[in-house]
């Protein structure tokens, strides 16, 4: 783990102002922020572990848990909304048996939400990994799950 | 002229753009332009772009058509769409399967899919060319327009439609100061929230000077939060070139060395395009030091947010750019003043910049023509919500709402009658249907209640109830609030506590008076912009739709039918049996077992083991789950 986060630092040239961008490559390539990995990135940009935690639980973008292999983000913008995205949300917490933030007992699904993807048009939206779901109701829930289980 | 040699001279930019025009316009191949902005490829317009590749190689014509893959045209609706050149022809909706009739009929032949082309669902007429259909024909895409024409990953699509006119006017002809004044002129004001007048803020980090005489900065604010407007993302993703053009013309009147863009991470495609069009500008030598050969020094970097709502504030915006957690600071002194590290900055959000190269092209005089008296140019509103046609839309300032909502909008779906639009996002407010007549332009936003915050204009029906439409945005901002200042923090809590009473049907007359009273005070005393207007959403809805708060707590009744807690659902036997034949789907699909019934026969629900999900309701195809 030590060289993977290495590298991202040299990519900045160890500078303590770039440590955001630091944090968010290192949550990309393990899926979150180990505690190992902060301790590194405090030690190597000379930042207190103190505030290098203090930007890993302010900014939403990050966690310190692991997650699972996939990442269901079910967006809560206005738009999606009024078209009925709490409901959408809802479904996923029953069907996955998890609450928003949390991992399925598997390890396949963490259930997230968010504040607005920008696609308001099409709402409400889901985004598993990198696949946009337009358009979504507590009826399309299900096959999205089947689709990307296992995948 | 080599394609990827730089640029050296202002002489040299000139005959290159030259060579550009001239290149795009002896270029006798068709275009297939398809839009694949995020909307557009979560339509799938990128299996749409594999599939005409296929099919033109299939008919040997891979090499004579020039597919143009564009980021987002707009009428988001109809993704994807695809328009061909030089017939003009608009196709919506376009799926893989159709490419082979595509090619065969409208490159071979010449004609247009009669089942591709979008139908006005009012009067059922065919429209052919995009210029037909009622949503793009009262708009003025003065800055969303360019989109559709050039890919945004090439630099020679954007020269080749008058790119960089801007840049070289600039440089070569007006000079910083002169500069300056086309801006404060043309009357552009900023168009992320407040409409600060852009020439006067230019002025002031120009005549700001830099302690220790280091340098100035610029900052693009893309860190777009309001939930319900993504005009930022499009310009970004479709057209990063014309952003950064009008960075580079601000740091050129400003006297500014380096510029950030901060954009949102959860705008993958925005970040990868002006990550790339930054590393094209900086290969071309158009961006870095001496500049054309001018002596003028100027770089930009992207950095991305991590997910705050309140780094979209400026003073918490720097903070993040720094490293550090974004919480807003108190003003003065304002960024113009000592803003990144301490040093003078200018901040603008993507939309504003966008305008820049338009008002030095078009000139102050042109451009101030358009708009209101205090108000000038277009702005570019999301529409979104319950409306027929989805999408972005410009319009010149002053449009009426009804204009925006019944004409380009083509009024609400479903026959349903339109209740209210929301405005500015969660620092915006709601405007009723008795004001549909409004023009919109800053100041009627605000008088009205509301504001024009990023421009998203979120449409609401019958079916929207303002009650929990106001507990949304609190929910949203107590999420959000950084809880730096304590009216902030503690106010927006103590006022969702009250809302959701209201809508759990636990709501006094006297929680009215105290949320009113909360609402004044987070708005004059919380630090920032965020807990400032945060009380918006209650005050506007408390204005205009006060009986419906009030049918909430004295009829324990949502006259919507949103706030399930004061539900009552039930099935109709009849409906469930003639029309559905017992079908089972409720049943199956209750999660906490209160449905009974058997296939073919009518069901059942048992109020008290009922948890008022309404998955039901919204599973049954036969309007047999009722609610009262």
């Known amino acids: 783990m030590d060289d993977q986060v290495k590298e991202v630092l040299s990519g900045y040239q160890r500078d303590p102002g770039a440590v955001i961008a630091v944090l968010q490559d290192v949550q990309e390539r393990f899926g979150y922020l180990p505690r190992p990995a902060l301790s590194l990135i405090s030690r190597e940009l000379a930042i207190p572990l103190s505030r290098v935690l203090s930007l890993a639980t302010f900014y939403r973008a990050f966690s310190l848990k692991p997650r699972g292999r996939h990442l269901v983000t079910v967006c809560l913008g206005t738009a999606c909304h009024v078209r009925g995205g709490p409901k959408v949300l809802e479904e996923f917490e029953r069907k996955l048996g998890a609450k928003a933030g949390e991992t399925t007992a598997d390890g396949q699904f963490t259930l997230e939400t968010v504040a607005c993807l920008g696609c308001c048009a099409i709402g409400p939206v889901v985004v598993v990994d990198t696949d946009y779901h337009d358009q979504t109701s507590i009826r399309k829930v299900e096959g999205i799950i089947k689709q990307h289980r296992d995948k | 002229m080599e394609s990827s040699a730089r640029i050296m001279t202002v002489k040299d930019l000139r005959s290159a753009l030259a060579a550009e025009v001239q290149r795009e316009k002896s270029d006798p191949r068709p275009v297939l332009t398809v839009s694949a902005g995020t909307c557009g490829r979560a339509r799938g317009s990128l299996k749409v772009i594999a599939a005409l590749e296929a099919a033109l190689a299939q008919a040997g014509l891979r090499d004579q058509v020039n597919i143009r893959v564009t980021g987002c045209h707009g009428f988001c609706q109809a993704e994807p769409n695809i328009i061909v050149q030089p017939l003009n022809i608009f196709y919506q909706k376009v799926e893989p399967q159709h490419a082979e009739s595509i090619v065969e009929e ?153 510029g950030y863009i901060y954009v949102r991470n959860e705008y993958p495609l925005a970040v990868k395009h002006v990550s790339l069009a930054v590393d094209e500008l900086r290969k071309r030598g158009l961006l870095g030091a001496n500049i054309l050969g001018t002596g003028f020094d100027f770089d930009v970097f992207v950095k991305r947010g991590a997910g705050a709502f309140v780094c979209g504030e400026e003073t918490a915006l720097l903070a993040s750019i720094e490293g550090r957690i974004g919480e807003p600071r108190s003003r003065p002194p304002y960024p113009a003043q000592s803003g990144l590290w301490g040093k003078p900055t200018c901040i603008n959000n993507v939309e504003t910049w966008a305008n820049v190269p338009t008002v030095i092209n078009l000139g102050a005089k042109k451009y101030s023509g358009i708009g209101t008296a205090t108000s000038k140019g277009t702005k570019v509103f999301s529409l979104v919500g319950k409306i027929q046609n989805t999408g972005l839309v410009e319009v010149p300032m002053g449009m009426t709402l009804r204009e925006i ?36 332009h800053y100041e009627s936003l605000n008088e009205a209640g509301s504001m024009m915050g990023s421009g998203g204009m979120v449409v609401m029906d019958e079916d929207t109830c303002m009650v929990d439409v106001a507990r949304y945005f609190l929910s949203f901002t107590r999420d959000e609030s950084c809880g730096k200042c304590t009216p902030c923090r503690e106010g927006t809590q103590a006022m969702l506590d009250i809302l959701t009473r209201i809508t759990d049907g636990r709501g006094i007359e006297d929680d009215l008076v105290l949320l009113e009273s909360l609402a004044r005070s987070t708005r004059d005393t919380a630090l920032c912009g965020l807990g400032k207007t945060a009380p918006n959403p209650v005050l506007s809805t408390l204005r205009y739709f006060r009986e419906e708060y009030l049918r909430h707590i004295r009829d324990k009744k949502c006259p919507a039918r949103v706030c399930r807690q004061l539900n009552l659902y039930s099935i109709d036997p009849r409906m469930c049996v003639d029309q559905g034949h017992g079908c089972d789907v409720c049943r199956r699909n209750c999660a906490s077992e209160a449905i009974s019934g058997r296939l073919s026969q009518a069901h059942t629900i048992d109020p008290d083991r009922c948890t008022k999900c309404g998955v039901c309701f919204d599973v049954c195809r036969f309007g047999a789950v009722r609610i009262d």
Do not use: H
């Open chain 2, 106 to 258: 409208t490159i071979r032949r010449k004609k247009p899919v009669e089942a591709l082309l979008y139908r006005d669902p009012t009067t059922g007429q065919v429209c052919l060319t995009e210029q037909d259909i009622p949503f793009y024909r009262k708009q003025s895409r003065l800055i969303l327009g360019d989109n559709e024409r050039l890919s945004p990953t090439r630099i020679e699509d954007f020269m080749a439609i008058g790119g960089w006119t801007a840049l070289v006017r600039a440089l070569a002809e007006l000079g910083p100061e002169k500069t300056i004044e086309e801006i404060s002129l043309a009357g552009l004001r900023g168009r992320g929230g407040a409409g600060f007048p852009t020439g006067l803020k230019w002025q002031l980090v120009r005549n700001t000077p830099s302690p220790n005489g280091g340098g100035k900065y610029l900052v693009c604010n893309a860190d777009e939060g309001d939930p319900g407007a993504y005009m930022d993302r499009s310009l970004l993703e479709g057209n990063p070139y014309r952003v950064l053009e009008g960075m580079m013309i601000g740091a050129l009147a400003i006297g500014a060395s380096a």
């Open chain 2, 405 to 440: 909502i019944t004409d380009i909008g083509g009024g609400i779906p479903g026959g349903k009658a339109f209740k209210a639009v929301q405005t500015g996002g969660p620092s915006g407010g709601c405007i009723p249907r008795e004001k549909i007549d409004l023009p919109i």
